[in-house]
Nanobody, 121 residues
């Protein structure tokens, strides 16, 4: 069993900051990449940022310069530092991990339960 547990969401005023955390636990052999996605009401889920086990990062254009993804591989944990938040950042944020459960096992995607981020005055 693999679990991804997110934390750090909440209500913040425009221009404020939040830091999301996601920890993967369970019988994990190796994590190859982790990332953050978000889904606003009535919209499709979109990728926000990702990071590989080799620390190669990607940030969506909409968050570049404001959000930063980082990770601690030894702790199977990924963070998303969100600064200069805007109302349009309001969404449920989901953590995703691409991982395998054994040396010869396939790589599968696992998702967290989501954490709400609301940016409003």
């Amino acid at each position: 069993q693999v679990q991804l547990v997110e934390s750090g969401g909440g209500l913040v005023q425009p221009g404020g900051s939040l830091r999301l955390s996601c920890e993967a636990s369970g019988s994990i052999f190796s994590i190859y990449a982790m990332g953050w996605y978000r889904q606003a009401p009535g919209k499709q889920r979109e990728m926000v940022a990702s990071i590989t086990s080799g620390n190669i990062t990607y940030h969506a254009d909409s968050v570049k310069g404001r959000f930063t993804i980082s990770s601690i591989n030894a702790k199977n944990t990924v963070y998303l530092q969100m600064n200069s938040l805007k109302p349009e950042d309001t969404a449920v944020y989901y953590c995703k991990a691409d991982l395998s459960l054994g040396r010869w096992a396939p790589t599968d995607a696992y998702w967290g339960q989501g954490t709400q981020v609301t940016v409003s005055s």
